[in-house]
T-cell receptor, first 115, second 114 residues
């Protein structure tokens, strides 16, 4: 399968714990995006990388959230001191930077439940 | 700020019939892209169709077509000859030219009745 993959698919954690999610983009895609989708809502943009550089962060990305893409390939999203409000589906997407109207391909998501 | 509104939380259609999903958006930009994404239950989101705002011609992809009304800021999706596999959440999304993030609506859950 050459699509976007995410691991784990489901994560249950207790409030206050740290969690880390991984995203593997389509291999030739140099752009990678993180979105959060809460129940009954559409995805909301969190951050995006071009290669290893994090070029944009949403105001939704509080200081408890950190994302990395150290070698310009896979990315990790860490949430520290999780809160119940962090419960959501975390979606990763990837794309090429050209052509301009590049399509974002989405992964299956990681569903986080904070107890 | 850009907003995308989908006023139909749920829609249903009889198999083989046609259904139209509504989407309106708000932007001060003149150049942008609009998208319809499909999210089947427990499966990843896939792009159904996209429209460039500078193009007057409505986009079409097989059984899927859009009605893009730029002045009215309306972007509806028509699904013809509906199939059971069309059942999913459908999200309308907007992206400004030069930007990287998508703005999504709240989605419409489509049920296809056999």
């Amino acid at each position: 399968d050459t699509g976007v993959s995410q691991d784990p698919r489901h994560k249950i954690t207790k409030r206050g714990q740290n969690v880390t999610f991984r995203c593997d983009p389509i291999s030739e895609h140099n752009r990678l995006y993180w979105y959060r989708q809460t129940l009954g809502q559409g995805p909301e943009f969190l951050t995006y990388f071009q290669n290893e550089a994090q070029l944009e962060k949403s105001r939704l990305l509080s200081d408890r959230f950190s994302a990395e893409r150290p070698k310009g390939s896979f990315s990790t999203l860490e949430i520290q001191r999780t809160e119940q409000g962090d419960s959501a589906m975390y979606l990763c997407a990837s794309s090429l930077s050209r052509p301009v109207e590049n399509e974002q391909f989405f992964g299956p998501g990681t569903r986080l439940t904070v107890l | 700020a850009q907003t995308v509104t989908q006023s139909q939380p749920e829609m249903s259609v009889q198999e083989a019939e046609t259904v139209t999903l509504s989407c309106t958006y708000d932007t001060s930009e003149s150049d942008y892209y609009l998208f319809w994404y499909k999210q089947p239950p427990s499966r990843q989101m896939i792009l159904v169709i996209r429209q460039e705002a500078y193009k007057q011609q409505n986009a079409t992809e097989n059984r899927f077509s859009v009605n893009f009304q730029k002045a009215a800021k309306s972007f509806s999706l028509k699904i013809s000859d509906s199939q059971l596999g069309d059942a999913a959440m459908y999200f309308c999304a907007y992206r400004r030219v030069g930007a990287n993030n998508l703005f999504f609506g709240t989605g419409t859950r489509l049920t296809v009745i056999p």
